[in-house]
């Protein structure tokens, strides 16, 4: 689904070939640094911690390192290292802002959190749709990249329309 969603929207955006399968592959491997994140935080069923957030963070900086040690990944690892800085500059691990962000980290962004919200997770429900995308809309210009959350919101509005026929 999440690599779907993201070359939905670089398909979208025009971006080459190349761009679109590294951000094809990002998409699969973006979350590679939870490798380095004990299985009690990875599936706790409530609420994390302060300590434990703090070390969840830290799992786009432990997947950096291990795509910069992998020859064949090296040319995404900035990639894995940024899908949680935020549009606003208040992500994290740098605090990037804005277009400071590699294009294919704030697409990452949206389609993941999209993927996020609307599948089961250890301590939530999934929610309709529909609602993700308003959350979506919600956050456009603090959390996502104002252009990328707009379009992915089109596309899946057309995407639902045409599901429900």
């Not at 999209?114 to 749709?129: G, I, L, N, Q």
Request: glycine letters at 8%; aromatic letters at 6%.
């Amino acid at each position: 689904r999440l690599g779907r969603y993201c070359l939905m929207i670089g398909r979208e955006l025009g971006l080459e070939q190349k761009c679109l399968s590294e951000l094809y592959l990002v998409s699969k491997l973006h979350d590679i640094g939870k490798i380095g994140i004990e299985d009690s935080i990875l599936n706790k069923p409530g609420k994390l911690t302060a300590e434990e957030w703090k070390k969840m963070k830290q799992h786009p900086e432990i997947g950096h390192r291990i795509a910069m040690s992998t020859p064949q990944l090296e040319h995404i690892a900035e990639y894995i290292l940024y899908p949680h800085e935020r549009w606003d500059g208040t992500g994290y691990p740098r605090g990037l802002k804005g277009e400071d962000i590699p294009v294919i980290a704030r697409i990452l962004s949206v389609a993941d959190a999209f993927d996020a919200m609307t599948e089961d997770r250890v301590y939530r429900k999934a929610m309709p749709k529909e609602d993700a995308l308003a959350e979506i809309k919600r956050n456009a210009g603090k959390q996502f990249d104002p252009q990328i959350a707009d379009i992915f919101i089109s596309l899946m509005q057309q995407e639902i329309r045409l599901t429900s026929l």
